[in-house]
């Protein structure tokens, strides 16, 4: 398994420039925050090719594996639909769980959602007499914090008095705030406020804030200031952030802000036609050759293979990510529960990133297996494709024989099995060495049958094969006492165990 995570590694180095590859080994090896920061500077362009869908993948894979930060710019992204098919469902509760876990950025990202009408609205916690209350709470919860974005939100809702009271001179130092952050609409905003009211905020030199504020590409800017555009970059605002001094902004740190209101352009008068799947039925000689030769036909891959056809790396890097959670049907009634299975899915994605076509088949063959399967792979999103439909891919998964009876849940009065010694797990753990670093913890539910045996481990979430065999290894070096029924006979019953990855 530990070469296996290793030979992943190497595989997922996509389009990486020699200054990111360490970045993408560690993010390949589950380290959140190395895919966090692949993933913003994709989006950015920042020292490497601009992929908004490769940007998305990175930044799924960071929040899937539990980076509260991840998941505020993934919020971001699908409230203007870069990366991803458009969802304010899905932005709403990203932000707000984001901020929950403690993301500040998310804070003020959920306050402008909210502001602009995404999401429950008057806000839980308001006031009749008062509902922008809670609005503002999070754009100063983030302010607090540091985060510029936030600043620039509290000084937008006290410029303009429809959230908060209207207040100049606190609006100002809002503003001051984000532009000394380095936020350059915030510059560009406390310029404006200047020049209407200059007692706000003596001192200051309008001409100076527009100055900061053309060096990212804000075209009033470099008109109030008498200086040419530059080209836009990434610290350059959406172009309503600009046009509309009321909007509020959405961040993700190295951007220069996003409109809630803006989506991202697609296509155009020249686009290329969209593909259908009717174009993919041809699969690549890869896929083919890995795909027993009797489960072809129904997973429609016995015709001729395609050739020339490439990956497509955003998708595959979930796939990898999240093909450990198929554990989850050790838990479904097998048909073969005694026999070591095999599943074989092959999937197509719509444009917007959806499962449209899955099929499925196993060896030997288990149709409740499969079904289960079926259900989970229906579920996974990938990031949205210009091109159209995209596929086939791979999904495949071993399932280990069941050692036993089907284990079942607790129930009241059950016993629950448990471990002699309850330190054992974590004192076992041993993770490879190009593994160790990674933070957070690692929960995995396992099967402890009628003897007392532990087996059938599998996680949760998201985690590399190398963590995710180090944790049973260790789970099955240690001592258990078996679980009971209510009138204490030894039963096979399902349990979960959590071990911390930081104490390695």
Request: hydrophobic share 45%; aromatic share 4%; with cysteine.
């Amino acid at each position: 398994m530990v070469a296996l995570a290793v030979a992943l590694a190497a595989s997922r180095l996509v389009a990486s420039t020699p200054e990111d590859a360490g970045l993408a080994a560690r993010c390949a090896r589950g380290f959140p925050v190395e895919c966090r920061e692949l993933g913003r500077a994709r989006l950015t362009g920042d020292g490497v090719e601009r992929d908004d869908r490769l940007a998305a993948a990175y930044l799924t894979e960071a929040c899937e594996i539990g980076d509260p930060a991840a998941c505020s710019d993934l919020g971001v992204l699908y409230a203007v639909g870069r990366g991803f098919a458009q969802s304010d469902d899905r932005a709403s509760a990203l932000a707000r769980r984001a901020c929950e876990q403690g993301a500040a950025i998310a804070c003020s990202n959920q306050g402008a959602l909210l502001a602009e009408g995404v999401g429950e609205w008057p806000p839980k916690g308001a006031s009749g007499a008062d509902p922008g209350a809670p609005v503002v709470r999070l754009f100063r919860t983030a302010c607090d914090a540091g985060v510029p974005e936030g600043c620039a939100n509290l000084g937008t809702a006290h410029e303009g008095g429809k959230l908060a009271p209207r207040e100049a001179r606190t609006a100002a130092r809002a503003f001051g705030r984000a532009c000394d952050a380095g936020l350059a609409l915030a510059c560009h905003r406390l310029a404006l406020l200047v020049q209407k009211r200059p007692e706000v905020a003596s001192g200051l030199s309008p001409a100076a804030l527009h100055a900061r504020g053309c060096a990212a590409g804000i075209a009033p800017a470099c008109d109030a200031a008498g200086a040419k555009i530059p080209a836009p970059g990434p610290q350059t605002p959406a172009a309503r952030l600009v046009d509309d001094p009321g909007a509020f902004v959405l961040g993700i740190p190295g951007s220069g802000g996003f409109s809630p209101g803006e989506l991202t352009a697609r296509g155009g008068p020249g686009a290329r036609p969209k593909r259908a799947l009717a174009d993919l039925r041809r699969p690549p000689e890869a896929i083919r050759a890995a795909v027993p030769e009797e489960l072809r036909a129904r997973l429609g891959v016995d015709g001729p293979a395609a050739s020339g056809m490439g990956g497509d790396a955003a998708v595959e890097l979930l796939v990898a990510l999240r093909r450990p959670l198929l554990g989850q049907c050790y838990e479904t009634a097998r048909a073969h529960a005694a026999e070591r299975t095999e599943v074989f899915a092959i999937v197509f994605l719509d444009g917007d990133g959806h499962p449209a076509d899955l099929r499925v088949a196993s060896r030997p063959a288990d149709a409740p297996l499969e079904e289960c399967v079926r259900g989970v792979v229906e579920r996974w999103e990938f990031p949205a494709s210009e091109e159209g439909a995209s596929g086939p891919f791979l999904v495949r998964q071993a399932f280990d024989a069941s050692p036993g009876p089907p284990a079942e849940y607790a129930g009241p009065g059950d016993l629950r099995p448990a471990l002699r010694d309850p330190a054992c797990v974590q004192k076992a753990l041993r993770i490879p060495a190009e593994l160790r670093g990674s933070r957070g913890g690692a929960t995995v539910k396992l099967a402890v049958d009628a003897t007392g045996k532990p087996g059938l481990v599998h996680p949760l979430t998201p985690l590399p094969d190398g963590i995710v065999s180090a944790v049973a290894a260790a789970i099955r070096s240690c001592p258990w006492s078996a679980g009971a029924d209510a009138d204490g006979r030894p039963a096979a019953l399902w349990t979960t165990v959590t071990v911390k990855l930081d104490a390695q």
